[in-house]
């Protein structure tokens, strides 16, 4: 299957992320069916999709016309085999649960065509043990989409171990044409880059707070008006979910040991269905007024052991080879908004005050996530996360020829040899829209549009 085959998407799950998944799809012109397990579900899916086109309308990030046009492109439909029997790609966006998954990856591969490509939006579940339940395995990868979908950039495109060349190859694509920054996640580890990043700083967040050392408070003023998230810590965990968190720090806890051990904060909130923004309460109450981030709490110590976290699931990445420092630093930019990388904002903290600060922790508690990783160690021992590579993670240094296109990230020398993490055939990539609408699809009607864009 080539970019250029691709007219109809199938989007399994019209929850947060499906339904946003198959606004973007169709926001770029695909023919899209929504499917869900009865009419109510995939009808409240369709009207969140309703709602937010005519928010990005309101915005004026699109027109009317393509608001109206996106909504028309999109079909919801409960019956498997009437949702994918005419389709090129299916991405399933459902429920994380390994065996519900497993099942209904092979009614699909009955139901399917035989050339469709299947791709999992899964959090973190093995790619590997996914691909399995079906009767194409190398037809089989990640593409792992941020909340909300039709606002973040990134998409990470996930090998599993059967997953051939060409699906990779095809599902970048796919990723460019839907106006996104696709990144090559090079192993299959649970978390990928992103959540690998995001969710033990999620669940350090709450250890702080369950220890008496920070509040709510202090912990969002520090990580929005300090570090420059976009949105608090827990802000962020409501917008994702905590149901979503726990469960990617559950399944990392089983399969990568204590290091992850939730915090009983976080389980604490998902027992009292305090799941964020789609229950109405989660940290915040969004039934009065939202998350209300205070500028004026910032702490020091909440600062220092956040980016002790960061510094430290960083080397662990790059320790296993998931990914250099400079496309985790783009990964994080692009699929969480982070103003600077990880490895950029940890260097410049400097290393050995934040290994040294893991070090204490460790001693004072003796809990496994204060374990330095050898990847943090063998950075602090180097200068730095980019000292080895004579880069320094600006992102001056890897911009694109103008100002209207941006570049991802260029590939490390200690790196280069290996596949880089941007398109298939070139290490930079524009993602101007008009460089892209002018490329594939030209006979599909392709809107101008600016919401992919992170802001
Ligand atoms: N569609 C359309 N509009 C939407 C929307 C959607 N899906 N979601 C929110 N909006 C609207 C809001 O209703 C609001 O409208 P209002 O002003 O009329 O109330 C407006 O967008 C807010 O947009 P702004 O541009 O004014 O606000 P921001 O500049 O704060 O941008 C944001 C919002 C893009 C969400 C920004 O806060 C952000 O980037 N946050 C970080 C999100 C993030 O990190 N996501 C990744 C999480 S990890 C993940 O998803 C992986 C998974 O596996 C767990």
Redesign the pocket.
């Known amino acids: 299957m080539d970019i250029d085959d691709i007219e109809q998407i199938t989007v399994l799950g019209a929850g947060t992320m499906g339904h946003?998944i198959a606004e973007v799809a169709a926001l770029a012109g695909y023919e899209v069916v929504l499917r869900d397990i009865n009419d109510d579900l995939v009808t409240e899916g369709y009207e969140e999709i309703e709602w937010?086109l005519g928010?990005?309308a309101?915005?004026e990030r699109i027109s009317d016309e393509v608001a109206e046009t996106t909504l028309e492109r999109i079909r919801p439909v409960v019956d498997i085999e009437e949702a994918t029997a005419n389709t090129d790609v299916v991405i399933e966006a459902i429920v994380e649960d390994m065996d519900i998954k497993q099942e209904v990856y092979a009614d699909l591969s009955e139901a399917a065509p035989e050339d469709a490509i299947f791709a999992s939006n899964t959090?973190s579940l093995s790619i590997t043990d996914l691909s399995e339940a079906t009767d194409r395995p190398e037809q089989f990868c990640g593409m792992?989409f941020?909340?909300?979908p039709?606002?973040?950039e990134l998409v990470e495109v996930i090998r599993g171990e059967h997953t051939s060349d060409e699906t990779m190859d095809t599902v970048v694509d796919l990723a460019e044409s839907f106006d996104k920054t696709p990144v090559r996640v090079r192993k299959d580890k649970p978390g990928f880059i992103?959540?690998s990043i995001?969710v033990p700083l999620m669940n350090e967040a709450c250890w702080l707070v369950e220890s008496d050392t920070a509040t709510i408070a202090e912990v969002d003023s520090t990580t929005k008006y300090d570090m420059g998230m976009?949105?608090g810590a827990f802000e962020?965990g409501d917008?994702?979910g905590n149901d979503?968190?726990l469960h990617?720090l559950e399944y990392m806890h089983d399969v990568l040991g204590d290091v992850y051990e939730p915090c009983p904060l976080l389980q604490r909130y998902v027992e009292n269905d305090r799941l964020g923004k789609k229950t109405g309460e989660g940290f915040y109450d969004y039934e009065n007024g939202g998350a209300d981030v205070p500028a004026d709490q910032t702490s020091d110590e909440v600062r220092e052991r956040l980016l002790a976290t960061l510094a430290n699931e960083t080397g662990k990445l790059i320790e296993k080879e998931v990914a250099p420092p400079a496309d985790i630093d783009e990964a994080v930019k692009l699929?969480?908004?982070f103003p600077s990388g990880p490895a950029k904002q940890c260097d410049e903290a400097g290393l050995d005050g934040l290994l040294g600060k893991l070090e204490t922790l460790h001693e004072e508690t003796g809990a496994a996530r204060y374990e330095a990783s050898d990847g943090l160690r063998t950075a602090a021992a180097d200068g730095g996360f980019y000292a080895d590579d004579g880069e320094d993670g600006n992102d001056e240094d890897r911009a694109g020829p103008t100002s209207s296109t941006r570049s991802v990230s260029s590939t490390p020398a200690r790196w280069s040899g290996r596949s880089s993490s941007t398109g298939p055939t070139s290490s930079t990539r524009s993602i101007s829209n008009s460089s892209r609408s002018s490329s594939r699809h030209s006979t599909r009607s392709r809107p101008t549009t600016t919401c992919g864009q992170?802001?």
């Open positions: 946003g937010s928010k990005l309101e915005k959090s792992h941020f909340n909300p039709v606002r973040m992103v959540n995001l976009p949105m962020l917008q994702v979503v968190t990617v699929g969480a908004a992170s802001s």
